[in-house]
């Protein structure tokens, strides 16, 4: 029969506290990730259908390769979507990762509070006997 040890509770609990320190900047990280990612993807699939639209509006009027450029073609705001869709994910990511850790930590203390009832409990039964 397997015997009670204390140190592989403290282990338990001391990994736990560990994750926890962790866990909200991975989450943050993966949130402005797939936050950029799901910005990223569909606005360049639609601006490369603009440009396509461009080309085939004026094809066949010159010798091809001096299409004119739209006037309002000042700059893509795509990055600027991105890095602001992208922060917008790493805030949701950071607000989870924040409940996650916490999780942790009050498994990590309920781990520590069990091992200090049965330590307190030991105690009571060595000096009764």
Same mark, same amino acid.
């Given at each position: &029969?397997?015997?009670? +040890?204390?140190?592989?509770?403290?282990?338990?609990?001391?990994?736990?506290?560990?994750?926890?320190?962790? *866990?909200?900047?991975?989450?943050?990280?993966?949130?402005?990730? %797939? /936050?950029?990612?799901?910005?990223?993807? !569909?606005?360049? %699939?639609?601006?490369?259908?603009?440009? @396509?639209? %461009?080309?085939?509006?004026?094809?066949?009027? /010159?010798? =091809?390769?001096?299409? !004119? *450029? !739209?006037?309002?073609? $000042?700059?893509?705001? %795509? !990055?600027?979507? *991105?890095?602001?869709? /992208?922060?917008? =994910? =790493? &805030? #949701? =990511?950071?607000? #989870?990762?924040?409940?996650? $850790?916490?999780?942790?930590?009050?498994?990590?203390?309920?781990?520590?509070?069990? &091992?200090?009832?049965?330590?307190?409990?030991? @105690?009571?039964? +060595?000096?009764?006997?």
């Amino acid at each position: &029969m397997a015997q009670y +040890d204390a140190n592989i509770l403290q282990t338990f609990a001391d990994r736990l506290y560990a994750k926890a320190a962790w *866990v909200t900047f991975h989450y943050c990280f993966v949130g402005v990730i %797939i /936050g950029a990612a799901l910005a990223f993807i !569909p606005l360049t %699939i639609l601006e490369s259908r603009n440009t @396509q639209a %461009i080309i085939e509006r004026y094809k066949g009027t /010159g010798n =091809g390769l001096d299409v !004119p *450029v !739209p006037e309002n073609a $000042s700059g893509s705001i %795509i !990055p600027s979507i *991105v890095l602001v869709v /992208g922060l917008i =994910g =790493g &805030m #949701v =990511g950071f607000a #989870v990762g924040r409940r996650k $850790s916490f999780e942790y930590k009050l498994q990590a203390q309920l781990t520590l509070c069990q &091992m200090q009832t049965e330590f307190n409990t030991r @105690q009571k039964a +060595d000096k009764t006997s």
